[in-house]
T-cell receptor
Framework: QQQVKQSPQSLIVQKGGISIINCAYENTAFDYFPWYQQFPGKGPALLIAIRPDVSEKKEGRFTISFNKSAKQFSLHIMDSQPGDSATYFCAASGSARQLTFGSGTQLTVLP | DVKVTQSSRYLVKRTGEKVFLECVQDMDHENMFWYRQDPGLGLRLIYFSYDVKMKEKGDIPEGYSVSREKKERFSLILESASTNQTSMYLC???????????FGSGTRLTVV
């Protein structure tokens, strides 16, 4: 049973544009929602994370938007750059359970 | 920074071989994890360990086993490798079960 659904599978954005990746979850006990960034040949690295007591968290050009009632959260990358080209994974955890990951989005930012 | 080191970047093994993937972390983390990564399927948890000699099955444990004899080392064992175990294997460690995961760079295993 896939508990975290991620879309789109791939995304192509022009330099300077906004990249948006969406995730939906099923388990209402989840209370931690991180995003990981993975470059080719590397393991995933934590990018930004949010807890459900806030609706938005911003770190530089990266913003997480969280909608608790809809059980959805999304990553927005403002002013996307070619160096942002990577695979992005959303994840969720809670109730003393380990992280469950989405299926990943391969982002390509064209120069 | 926490460093998670996986012993091999690439491995090629034959069907039926017993395969050992090794992972070492250097920050005294209690929790260690093994994931496999396949295109379109994301990261799927194979096994995890929350203490020395303790292990828990993840979502896809079939065909795998693990060993954690020391806190810093977590090994993934493929008892009899099969072609459907060709994948990228990622090790991670964390101070808490629910967050703070640090991943290694992965081992790309090909079973022929």
């Amino acid at each position: 049973q896939q508990q975290v659904k991620q879309s789109p599978q791939s995304l192509i954005v022009q330099k300077g544009g906004i990249s948006i990746i969406n995730c939906a979850y099923e388990n209402t006990a989840f209370d931690y929602f991180p995003w990981y960034q993975q470059f080719p040949g590397k393991g995933p690295a934590l990018l930004i994370a949010i807890r459900p007591d806030v609706s938005e968290k911003k770190e530089g050009r990266f913003t997480i938007s969280f909608n608790k009632s809809a059980k959805q959260f999304s990553l927005h990358i403002m002013d996307s750059q070619p160096g942002d080209s990577a695979t992005y994974f959303c994840a969720a955890s809670g109730s003393a359970r380990q992280l469950t990951f989405g299926s990943g989005t391969q982002l390509t930012v064209l120069p | 920074d926490v460093k998670v080191t996986q012993s091999s970047r690439y491995l090629v093994k034959r069907t039926g071989e017993k395969v050992f993937l090794e992972c070492v972390q250097d920050m005294d983390h209690e929790n260690m994890f093994w994931y496999r990564q396949d295109p379109g399927l994301g990261l799927r948890l194979i096994y995890f360990s929350y203490d020395v000699k303790m292990k828990e099955k993840g979502d896809i444990p079939e065909g795998y086993s693990v060993s954690r004899e020391k806190k810093e080392r977590f090994s993934l064992i493929l008892e009899s490798a099969s072609t459907n175990q060709t994948s990228m294997y990622l090790c991670a460690s964390s101070f808490a079960l629910t967050y703070g995961y640090t991943f290694g760079s992965g081992t790309r295993l090909t079973v022929v």
